[in-house]
T-cell receptor, first 113, second 114 residues
Framework: AQSVAQPEDQVNVAEGNPLTVKCTYSVSGNPYLFWYVQYPNRGLQFLLK??????LVKGSYGFEAEFNKSQTSFHLKKPSALVSDSALYFCAVRKAAGNKLTFGGGTRVLVKP | EAGVAQSPRYKIIEKRQSVAFWCNPI?????LYWYQQILGQGPKLLIQFQNNGVVDDSQLPKDRFSAERLKGVDSTLKIQPAKLEDSAVYLC????????????FGPGTRLTVT
């Protein structure tokens, strides 16, 4: 079975400070990893993915994530947070050869001015 | 490019009533997914279609939930009869192997069962 853990229900950060949202996963074989963001009353929007290759992947809106195989982690980062980054963030995993996407419970990010 | 469309956006029903949700995926996307997102949780896959065939419905409560994608494009998800615990946002997503495994989500339907 595959699973995703997002250990923090909420992350508070001041505008302009670095933002990190943590994610660890469990899956057999090589993982495909994703980050999605959800704004109020909106569907999930794709931010970035790791399939293979460079462990540091860059995505939309200045976000990046680092894949760490030994720690089975895929933390989301942004060097300088904006108030508009306040939203709900979801990490997800699927098997390389499979289709089913399993989501974590989500982390609410609050960026204060 | 138009995104995934869903309707209705909101629905309030009483328990034991029936309800149906509609989804129109991105044009050309062969794979369609229905997720249930309960407040405070991540989305949970209910059913996945490849064209008009079911790939995975292992987490679909088949005694009350049904879904179809007859022509391999639009899809409907039905609940009959609804229970209080079915209150959630129902998300539809679609994907294409040509677009690198990402799933594109619709805005969702918020269902409240009273």
């Amino acid at each position: 079975a595959q699973s995703v853990a997002q250990p923090e229900d909420q992350v508070n950060v001041a505008e302009g400070n670095p933002l990190t949202v943590k994610c660890t996963y469990s899956v057999s074989g090589n993982p495909y990893l994703f980050w999605y963001v959800q704004y109020p009353n909106r569907g999930l929007q794709f931010l970035l993915k790791y399939i293979t290759g460079d462990n540091l992947v860059k995505g939309s809106y200045g976000f990046e994530a680092e894949f760490n195989k030994s720690q089975t982690s895929f933390h989301l980062k942004k060097p300088s947070a904006l108030v508009s980054d306040s939203a709900l963030y979801f990490c997800a995993v699927r098997k390389a050869a499979g289709n089913k996407l399993t989501f974590g419970g989500g982390t609410r990010v609050l960026v204060k001015p | 490019e138009a995104g995934v469309a869903q309707s209705p956006r909101y629905k309030i029903i009483e328990k034991r009533q029936s309800v149906a949700f509609w989804c129109n995926p991105i044009s050309g996307h062969a794979t369609l997914y229905w997720y249930q997102q309960i407040l405070g949780q991540g989305p949970k896959l209910l059913i996945q279609f490849q064209n008009n065939g079911v790939v995975d419905d292992s987490q679909l409560p088949k005694d009350r939930f049904s879904a179809e994608r007859l022509k391999g494009v639009d899809s409907t998800l039905k609940i009959q009869p609804a229970k209080l615990e079915d209150s959630a946002v129902y998300l539809c997503a679609s994907s294409s192997t040509k677009q690198g495994y990402e799933q594109y989500f619709g805005p969702g339907t918020r269902l409240t069962v009273t």
